[in-house]
T-cell receptor, first 116, second 114 residues
Framework: AQKITQTQPGMFVQEKEAVTLDCTYD???????LFWYKQPSSGEMIFLIY??????QNATEGRYSLNFQKARKSANLVISASQLGDSAMYFC?????????????FGTGTSLTVIP | DVKVTQSSRYLVKRTGEKVFLECVQD?????MFWYRQDPGLGLRLIYF???????EKGDIPEGYSVSREKKERFSLILESASTNQTSMYLC?????????????FGDGTRLSIL
């Protein structure tokens, strides 16, 4: 079975500092995709970054990077140079295999607050 | 850009009413999903569909049904609304193939059952 765990319900970071949001996952499927989403208080889910299980390099998208440690089954999101607009809920997700209908499995989220 | 449109951002209904939440996507995605989101519980899957007229139960299907008569439209139905169905409802869709295809979400419907 697929499972995503986010152990940090809430995080605080000073503006312009970097922050790491933790995510661990569990799957027996060798092929999978890992995703991070941002949900501002307005409610929409915004796709941030993707990491494939066979990717050799860590994914990066602007100020977002993914620290992928396959052996430890972790896929932590790193946000560099935090901005006030980064305050939001962040969800880690894994795309399941075809046998599950390619369901996405989500963690419970981390609420990030950026302090001026 | 992919567009997933949910019919209402905010909805207030009464206990016992039949409630319809509509979702339309414009990218010819095969797979569509309905989630509910409650504080501290993350996103919980209600139902999903991987083709027209096909549906699969998710983790919390009780009290809900769905309809997918056309590929672009996936409807969530609360047969007899109850107060414990007050929640944020999110619709999502994605292409069937490729692990790198993200889910695309609508803006959500905040549903209150009085």
């Amino acid at each position: 079975a697929q499972k995503i765990t986010q152990t940090q319900p809430g995080m605080f970071v000073q503006e312009k500092e970097a922050v790491t949001l933790d995510c661990t996952y569990d799957t027996s499927d060798p092929s999978y995709g890992l995703f991070w989403y941002k949900q501002p208080s307005s409610g929409e889910m915004i796709f941030l970054i993707y990491q494939g299980s066979y990717d050799q390099q860590n994914a990066t998208e602007g100020r977002y990077s993914l620290n992928f440690q396959k052996a430890r089954k972790s896929a932590n999101l790193v946000i560099s140079a935090s901005q006030l607009g980064d305050s939001a809920m962040y969800f880690c997700a894994m795309r399941g295999p075809l046998s599950t209908g390619n369901q996405f499995y989500f963690g419970t989220g981390t609420s990030l607050t950026v302090i001026p | 850009d992919v567009k997933v449109t949910q019919s209402s951002r905010y909805l207030v209904k009464r206990t016992g009413e039949k409630v319809f939440l509509e979702c339309v996507q414009d990218m010819d995605h095969e797979n569509m999903f309905w989630y509910r989101q409650d504080p501290g519980l993350g996103l919980r899957l209600i139902y999903f569909s991987y083709d027209v007229k096909m549906k699969e139960k998710g983790d919390i299907p009780e009290g809900y049904s769905v309809s997918r008569e056309k590929k672009e439209r996936f409807s969530l139905i609360l047969e007899s609304a109850s107060t414990n169905q007050t929640s944020m409802y999110l619709c999502a869709s994605h292409y069937r193939g490729g692990n790198n295809q993200p889910q695309h979400f609508g803006d959500g419907t905040r549903l209150s059952i009085l």
